[in-house]
T-cell receptor, first 114, second 118 residues
Framework: TQLLEQSPQFLSIQEGENLTVYCNSS?????LQWYRQEPGEGPVLLVT?????EVKKLKRLTFQFGDARKDSSLHITAAQTGDTGLYLC??????????????FGQGTILTVHP | GAGVSQSPSNKVTEKGKDVELRCDPI?????LYWYRQSLGQGLEFLIY????????KSGLPSDRFSAERTGGSVSTLTIQRTQQEDSAVYLC????????????????FGPGTRLLVL
């Protein structure tokens, strides 16, 4: 059973289109992060959200943390070929001692075609 | 160095052999994490170090896996008697946890070691 369900697993779109990636759980998280990973490299942090209902914008990327801190979404406006990569959501579970370790979703492989 | 480094970047080994994977965290980061990533998938937590101690080893898949950290810096992940199912990318991350401010406890990842067990 995956603690963080990420969808869709694959996304293939044309340049200029919009897209949304979802990350859902039945558990509450203290914080939720979105990473982007390119082949041969480690994940690179895009954003951390810590407050329920929080919305953060990073240029064409909009990140939202659910009110109950159980889900999050990443929306990309006017996708570009440079957005191609593996997008990962990861959460730091609330309550108990998590030591800051992250629980990751399965990832979304995004391909943006010119 | 400025970031997390890992070595080797690639390792091909035969089933049954032992392998050692190394991680050099960002200087000053007391927390160090090992994760495993299967092809195109999310990351699976293996072990967490705080200084030289490992308070959480809950993700190690079997007793063939062990890790140590010395001097509060370099860490080594050892896999004994490797199996084909051990083939994956092993990623190391470090952070300033616990800093008291969640938003500042970013985990910085190394490039990973790609392990292939034949």
């Amino acid at each position: 059973t995956q603690l963080l369900e990420q969808s869709p697993q694959f996304l293939s779109i044309q340049e200029g289109e919009n897209l949304t990636v979802y990350c859902n759980s039945s558990s509450v998280f203290s914080s939720l992060q979105w990473y982007r990973q390119e082949p041969g490299e480690g994940p690179v942090l895009l954003v951390t959200v810590v407050t329920g209902g929080e919305v953060k914008k990073l240029k064409r990327l909009t990140f939202q943390f659910g009110d109950a801190r159980k889900d999050s979404s990443l929306h990309i406006t006017a996708a570009q070929t440079g957005d191609t990569g593996l997008y990962l959501c990861a959460g730091d579970r609330a309550g108990g001692t998590s030591y800051g370790k992250l629980t990751f979703g399965q990832g979304t492989i995004l391909t943006v075609h010119p | 160095g400025a970031g997390v480094s890992q070595s080797p970047s690639n390792k091909v080994t035969e089933k049954g052999k032992d392998v050692e994977l190394r991680c050099d965290p960002i200087s000053g980061h007391t927390a160090l994490y090992w994760y495993r990533q299967s092809l195109g998938q999310g990351l699976e937590f293996l072990i967490y170090f705080q200084g030289n101690s490992a308070p959480d080893k809950s993700g190690l898949p079997s007793d063939r896996f062990s890790a140590e950290r010395t001097g509060g810096s370099v860490s080594t992940l050892t896999i004994q008697r490797t199996q084909q199912e051990d083939s994956a990318v092993y990623l190391c991350a470090s952070s300033s946890y616990p800093s008291g401010r969640r938003s500042q406890e970013t985990q910085y990842f190394g490039p990973g070691t790609r392990l292939l067990v034949l």
